[in-house]
């Protein structure tokens, strides 16, 4: 079960949530005496780094800058091409690992 983080203030005022669990939106707390923003003790915590959800079936991301970088994929792992990759080269390199049949990022799709 994911954590729930709650707008301050949702217990108040109806707008904002108060007996509508629907309406509870997290909003960082911005206010000069806030105690949520000084993370005070006792008072409900703010999402951090740490929070995010176990991301279930998760390959390995392999970055490729050449084709040296290939003979180093392993079989399940996905891949981006570099940026730094020109053209020509990206239509090479694009070729070669449909070939061999690896899994690609959505970022590097072949452009028709």
Known sequence: ???????????????LGKN??????????R???SKIRRKRVGY???PGIG??????NARKISMINNFDDIKR?????KI??????GARKKLELLKVISE???AMSSKTREKK
Request: charged share 35%; no cysteine.
């Open 51 to 56: 929070f995010k959800k176990p991301i279930e």
């Open 44 to 46: 409900p915590i703010q």
């Open 73 to 77: 994929i392993g079989k399940g792992d």
């Open 100 to 102: 061999k049949g690896f």
């Open 31 to 33: 206010g000069r005496h």
């Open 80 to 85: 981006i091409i570099s940026s730094r990759v």
């Open 20 to 29: 509508r669990i629907k309406l509870h939106k997290w909003r960082k707390p």
């Open 1 to 15: 079960m994911t954590r729930r983080f709650t707008r301050s203030e949702t217990v108040r005022f109806l707008r």
